[in-house]
């Protein structure tokens, strides 16, 4: 609101205000439709029923979840929910989701999920959606463990895959970069590994907290930015959403916890390309598909830089495409803004890979080396991305 806001601004602040009051909040928080299709040891895979009078029709996209965070990132709440946009685009979508991680899973290391969990989706997506490859979409550590499993089997029907805020260069990770040289004195017996140890993994208000001092400027500033907007309805949706994903983080197995803070956070092994898999390197120059790479214009998790590092890795990629997109974390991938921003890119993106076949569906403005930033659909400034072709 203005400084001094005007009657119509009053009004419905005060009427925001009401419905906050009666029904506990302003968000449309209704869950896409969806069935359960395949399960295993934290796997679910989920079909979203196809909107009404949409046929569905084109490959399978399947999204993939990061560890801790709910599925809500991908349906956070109507009008915002990356899953409404693409069933009423009439795509055949899909999800993998974990369900709650409890002690008795702190033996899994990041191999359940790269040998196991996200391979089996995609083949349960595949199957489902009758034999058709699939367009894998994964947000942060869901994109890395995406990229993994396809380079560890080549033979998984995968027609491309999208990763949204991945840091592959944990070193250009703000809260990470300035504790890595402390961390490395500890020579691997410090609190935190005694800690997860012992706790048999990183507890959900541990993942939370970290989550949320990621945002520390929102999140100090989020009272004063919800007194100023009250009579902006859809902005206090929105951070009523983001509550409830953010109070949803679940906890990490110790395993898993324990493998992603010396290899990932001390370690940076990812930055050459090449990671130890239970008993083998999987190294990300065997992707053989299409990738999509986005970064968040303002991502204080995944900072352009970090997730930009893996580009040169995918030799094997026939087109590796990068591109920012405005928003933080969760808001490149969700936010109000996405539809016209991210969303667009993808959806381009999904269509000029459409079919089945080795060659792509041409693009619907210039070839595959044109900068990105000249289609027709793209309604925001690329950043300086490029589109990188194989």
Known sequence: MDLIPKPDQVVSAAGNLAHTVLYGGLADLRPMPRTLIDDGTLREVYHYRPAARVLEQGDPVLLVTPLAAPALCYD??????????????????????????????????????????VPDAVRATSSHAGGRPVHVVGWSLGGLFTLLAAAADQDLPIASITVLGSPVDVSQVPL?????????????????????????????????????????????????????????????????????????????????????????????????????????????????????????????????????AVVPLLTGSPEVRFEIVPGGHLGMLTGRAARGTTWAVLDEWLGQWAGSGDEPVPPTTAGPDAPIGTAKRRRHGSGGSRALAR
């Open 76 to 117: 956070l709440r109507r009008d915002c929910s990356l899953v409404e946009h693409l069933v009423t685009e009439g795509r055949p979508t899909y999800l993998v989701e974990y369900g709650q991680v409890s002690f008795r899973d702190r033996n899994l290391g990041m191999e359940h999920w790269i040998e196991e969990v």
């Open 176 to 308: 990470v970069a300035p504790l890595r040289p402390l961390l490395d004195v500890t020579n691997g017996h410090g609190l935190v590994t005694r800690g997860y140890r012992l706790l048999g993994g990183a507890p959900t208000p541990l993942v939370r907290w970290a989550f949320q001092l990621s945002s520390f400027q929102k999140l100090v500033t989020k009272p004063i930015a919800k007194a100023s907007r009250y009579d902006d309805a859809d902005f206090l949706a929105q951070i009523q959403a983001v509550d409830r994903f953010t109070a949803g983080m679940t906890a990490y197995p110790g395993r898993t916890f324990g493998q992603l803070y010396h290899r990932f956070v001390k370690g940076n092994a990812l930055v050459g390309g090449v990671l130890d898999v239970g008993d083998r390197e999987v190294a990300l120059a065997d992707v053989t598909v299409p990738v999509l790479v986005l970064a968040g214009a303002s991502d204080g998790i995944a900072p352009v830089g970090a997730v930009k």
